[in-house]
């Protein structure tokens, strides 16, 4: 077994206070070596040193845990844009079938790109990252402005706007991110089954992400418990009306249909945030349907940010298709992605009877 091999000043040696116990193996990021570590192992022990006050270690160890939770929420992001960019360039020159309306055909095959689903698959893809993107652009915005804004009004509710994102950022996206990589091998077909395309490595890689750093289960629960409750549920509040004085703003044709598809979700979130306000008082039912709500929670103010995107991007006007482009991605996160949240309210909002009806010692049967 190595040897944990520094001394105090830098140089090496050996160590017997700290050795390595074993190297893991694991699913992915097999880049990044893991191992465990044991401590005082040997009659000597290990030396200890306080960091900080006495009893304020899990105080202090948050505020180190909530910037990593968003760098986790980013790494969800990255990895999700590095198979998404693979996964166009492969449909860009694999071909195979005839796609509709097609006649720059070679062999008498399309390419990929130009078929219907293999579309769909790559515009959930990009519209799930910009709307990734935007969520975690707009929590490290709070957190700067938390820290640094003159006015200690604005400080504050940005620290509360960096509070309620967080959770959302880091498992939202994560989450999202084991989804869209896996998306990525789809689009490559048969061959994203293959080590050689590579884009197998983007989904196994991404699969810790939702375990880092409190499990997103803890994420969604932290999100239920701890930042809806603010100031008695009106911060967040307060937030679902600025969401709705932004749609209110939309005009013109081409938002028309964000503005009422984004209407209806903030409808289904309030309603949602509603019954579980009721509930607080019921910790079965408010944990139960707490997974699903930071996923429904997440995807309207996801489709919220790009909406907003959207109508700077129509203030701007057209600039070789960039500021189009991304009018086209907010209408089809609108259109087709938040109508999920109606499926996910009734995730939210049933009892959790039903989730331990059948007693434990018959789930395996």
């Not at 009422?260 to 903030?266: C, D, F, G, K, V």
Request: glycine letters at 10%; a negative charge; hydrophobic letters at 45%.
């Amino acid at each position: 077994v190595p040897k944990f091999l520094v001394n105090e000043d830098g140089s090496l040696g050996e160590r017997n206070d700290v050795h390595v116990v074993s190297i893991e193996e694991k699913l992915g990021i097999h880049a990044s070596p893991t191992c465990v570590m044991a401590y005082g192992e040997n009659s000597d022990g290990a030396v200890g040193y306080l960091i900080g006050e006495p009893n304020k270690g899990m105080r202090q160890m948050f505020t180190m845990m909530n910037d990593a939770r968003l760098g986790v929420g980013v790494e969800g992001l990255a990895i999700a844009e590095r198979a998404y960019q693979q996964a166009v360039a492969y449909a860009r020159e694999r071909r195979q079938g005839k796609a509709p309306g097609d006649d720059d055909l070679k062999d008498g095959q399309s390419l990929i790109v130009k078929h219907p689903d293999v579309r769909r698959m790559l515009m959930t893809m990009r519209a799930y990252i910009e709307a990734m993107r935007a969520l975690t652009y707009r929590n490290g915005t709070a957190i700067d402005l938390a820290h640094a804004h003159p006015d200690e009004a604005v400080r504050e509710r940005e620290q509360k706007l960096a509070d309620l994102l967080t959770p959302m950022s880091k498992a939202w996206c994560t989450d999202l991110g084991v989804e869209l990589t896996s998306l990525a091998i789809q689009v490559h077909g048969g061959m994203g089954y293959v080590e050689e395309t590579g884009v197998a490595q983007h989904f196994r890689d991404a699969r810790i992400a939702p375990i880092y750093e409190g499990t997103n289960g803890i994420q969604a629960i932290d999100l239920v418990g701890r930042k809806l409750p603010y100031d008695g549920g009106a911060f967040v509040k307060g937030v679902v009306a600025d969401m709705r004085e932004d749609v209110a703003a939309l005009s013109g044709d081409e938002l028309s249909s964000i503005a009422s598809s984004l209407t209806e979700a903030i409808d289904v979130l309030e309603d949602t945030m509603g019954w579980l306000f009721e509930q607080r008082e019921d910790f079965a039912n408010t944990l139960a349907g707490a997974t699903p709500f930071l996923r429904l929670m997440s995807t309207v103010v996801g489709g919220w940010l790009l909406a907003k995107g959207a109508a700077a991007a129509q203030a701007a006007g057209d600039d070789d298709g960039f500021h189009a482009d991304k009018i086209v991605v907010a209408r089809f996160y609108a259109e087709q992605i938040l109508p999920q949240v109606r499926g996910l309210a009734a995730a939210v909002t049933r009892p959790a009877d039903d989730l331990f009806a059948i007693p434990a010692d018959r789930l395996s049967v």
